[in-house]
């Protein structure tokens, strides 16, 4: 898989970088690796601690590179009452020549590259203002022009729509969607300028993001994000921009400008209109309610890199919302302990 941005698919960046062997198997070998978290905060005196991730990885490749296939699940999920979403990835994929990949199964769509993926994302919690979904089972293209460093990326999917509860939900085949992400990378370092879409029968999302380093130490990273939800008439625009300095060697400060406006209209009655000559009856929406709803917050924190291959780390964070207390953002202390293996 070509890394897109800092942004590597998970299991690729998981092989890397886990110290678990790898299993010859003649034609191919397979490489298990994961990545486990476990997340805290307080609001308003209101703690909370819960296991929010423990990925197993699972990748088998060709010695030829033609040909592999990946797993991904995520066992903290299995018990969970509220999200059943524990099979994130399982696909198959091929070389097709000329820098071309193809895959196919539950594959992580092309417009959820906006953000980062948990193993890397710097912050505890990600960008409010991103509203793009993430897994669908569907078929996917993969094309690089040029090298990784200063070439052009395109991933492209199509497939069941991503907003679901679980990976069995019916509601996966209810319609289709499909998303796009064209990136230019920028040269060595992981600094790029992209873009991508998502569109389906109710909603279409596009956004723009771009990472660039002004020292070694010290890089921007920022999105701008439009979407609107046809299903439910509402718009959605939004922003981040993120700073993230190493002054010594595995610490980390990082602070993020956080901000949506969300304006949505809501329905509140049917009136029914039958024609009396047709018998034709017609439907019309009388009474409309709008609302706006605005958020803006800073985010400020600190990662520790507590092993010398920087698997495993401590982040803490202190959220604080810049609007007053009916945006329905309350100030709040997050912290995550995570490690890749």
């Known amino acids: ?77 299995f018990q969970s009452d509220t999200d059943r979403n524990w099979l994130m990835i399982a696909e198959g994929w091929v070389e097709a020549g000329n820098q071309l990949k193809i895959h196919a ?48 990326l395109l991933l492209a999917d199509i497939g069941g729509l991503s907003k679901t509860t679980a990976f069995d939900d019916p509601a996966n085949w209810r319609g289709f969607e499909s998303s796009v992400r064209l990136q230019k990378n920028l040269g060595k370092g992981g600094n790029w ?7 389906s029968e109710d909603y279409l999302r596009l956004a723009i993001d771009a990472q660039y380093h002004l020292a070694k130490s010290f890089y921007l990273r920022g999105a701008l994000y439009w979407a609107k939800n046809r299903g439910h008439e509402s718009d959605l625009v939004g922003a981040y921009l993120m700073a993230v300095w190493e002054p010594i060697n595995r610490v980390e400060f990082h602070g993020m400008l956080d901000l949506w406006d969300l304006q949505a209209k809501t329905w509140k ?58 945006a329905g953002l309350d100030p709040r202390v997050e912290g995550r302990v995570s490690y890749k293996f």
């Not at 698997?311 to 919302?321: E, F, I, K, Q, S």
């Open 105 to 152: 199964g539950r594959i992580f769509a092309a417009g959820s590259y906006t953000t980062p993926i948990a193993p890397v994302n710097e912050t505890v919690s990600y960008p409010t203002c991103d509203p793009t979904g993430c897994f669908i089972w569907g078929l996917q293209l993969e094309k690089l022009w040029g090298d990784e460093d200063t070439g052009i």
């Open 193 to 199: 300028l992209a873009g991508t879409a998502q569109i």
């Open 269 to 326: 009655e049917t009136q029914v209109n039958t024609n009396k000559e047709t018998g034709e009856v017609s439907l019309d929406r009388v009474e409309c309610k709008s609302s706006t709803e605005n958020r803006t917050a800073i985010t400020l924190g600190a990662t520790g890199y507590l092993t010398k291959d920087r698997n495993l780390r401590a982040t803490l964070d202190v959220v604080v919302p810049m609007d007053d207390e009916d």
């Open 1 to 77: 898989m070509v890394a897109f941005g800092a942004f590597a698919e998970e299991g690729k960046t998981e092989e890397k970088e886990s110290g678990i062997p790898s299993i010859n198997l003649g034609l191919a070998k397979v490489k298990i690796g994961g990545y486990g978290a476990v997340y805290g905060s307080s609001v308003e005196g209101d703690e909370d601690f819960q296991l929010t991730d423990l990925r197993l990885s699972t990748t088998l490749e060709a010695k030829s590179k033609k040909w592999g296939a990946w797993l991904l699940l995520n066992t903290a999920k």
